[in-house]
């Protein structure tokens, strides 16, 4: 589907580019909410710009505590694809488009850990989880900054948004220690999955907030 989409939108923004000579081509070094990057900024239009960039960052958090040993890994990787709007032809911008959101957090426990299910604990052989979102991701934003802008040849991006990225997908699995209670574990897997969905089912929407300094060519 990525590719296709990439397929027609890549021929017309060249197009359109071409016919805005006038203005030039922007990278932006950028660092936030959605990790740290780059994005390219064309000029389409004498007030409107295309961007892509791409976003990653990387954090492991191990928790012990409450007889709890478990490990968190933040790992986000994500495209931005938006179109920058700026209605009065200045540095100000409305920012709208999709995100190719591949940002994940990984649970896991090595053999031999405590960990909790459903408020059970349960010495574990392996225990593992994963929290995803919805990998095509609309975004809606404000900002400032006009990376296309030739007239100048640096520029100071600001990025204010919201990424709409569904209610996070939540998987669990754990193998008990003592095999006679697995089946309890299982039972106790299930309930915490869905423990955890009701607790984040509001977390629908992620803010986005970035900035960065912009070279135009």
Known sequence: MIKRLAMIVVPVVIAMAAQNAAAGIGVTPKIGTLGYGADVTVGLAPQLNARAGFNTFNYEITRNEDSTELTAKIDFQNIPLLLDWHPWAGA??????????????????KPGDHVDFNDIGYYVESASGKISFKQLSPYLGIGTGNAADASSPVHFAVDFGVLFQGAPKI???????????QSELDDSVVAEQKKLEDDTSAFTIYPVIALGVSFTF
Not at 92 to 109: P, Q, T, Y
Not at 171 to 181: G, K, M, T
């Open 171 to 181: 998987e669990l699995s754990a193998v008990a220690a003592d095999p006679a209670l």
């Open 92 to 109: 100000f911008r409305v920012s709208a488009g999709v995100v190719v959101n591949n940002n994940k957090v990984l649970l896991s426990a």
